[in-house]
């Protein structure tokens, strides 16, 4: 868990800063697009039975251009986000690795072209 800070408003208050600014407004619609539409791909991820798979299609989300994805984070919090033990989810990624489908140095992973998604 991370520390977080929390901060209270009334709701005539925000909304009455909607009312007087729309890049406000537009912002705050794109940060709860952007919260629902992750939400609704980790449910899509959850849903995938083998934890292989669901390892890849993660990494696939994740990955930028080149097909490299670092985690900040540990790597016990992301198999947690995914539903997964940290075993199982070390023994996919490993898997995964074995296979040829993912390079992996520590917490930089790198899918190959084989298996990035097409863009």
């Given at each position: 868990?991370?520390?977080?800070?929390?901060?209270?408003?009334?709701?005539?208050?925000?909304?009455?800063?909607?009312?007087?600014?729309?890049?406000?407004?537009?912002?705050?619609?794109?940060?709860?697009?952007?919260?629902?539409?992750?939400?609704?791909?980790?449910?899509?991820?959850?849903?995938?039975?083998?934890?292989?798979?669901?390892?890849?299609?993660?990494?696939?989300?994740?990955?930028?251009?080149?097909?490299?994805?670092?985690?900040?984070?540990?790597?016990?919090?992301?198999?947690?986000?995914?539903?997964?033990?940290?075993?199982?989810?070390?023994?996919?990624?490993?898997?995964?690795v074995r296979?040829?489908?993912?390079?992996?140095?520590?917490?930089?992973?790198?899918?190959?072209?084989?298996?990035?998604?097409?863009?």
């Amino acid at each position: 868990m991370e520390q977080a800070a929390v901060a209270s408003c009334l709701k005539t208050e925000v909304l009455r800063a909607f009312g007087a600014s729309p890049t406000l407004s537009l912002a705050w619609i794109e940060h709860v697009t952007q919260q629902l539409h992750a939400a609704r791909a980790l449910i899509e991820l959850r849903n995938i039975r083998s934890a292989e798979e669901r390892v890849l299609q993660h990494l696939r989300l994740r990955a930028d251009a080149e097909g490299k994805v670092v985690f900040k984070g540990r790597l016990l919090d992301v198999a947690a986000e995914l539903g997964l033990t940290h075993e199982a989810y070390y023994r996919a990624l490993a898997g995964l690795v074995r296979s040829g489908a993912v390079g992996r140095d520590r917490r930089q992973m790198c899918l190959r072209p084989s298996v990035r998604p097409s863009m």
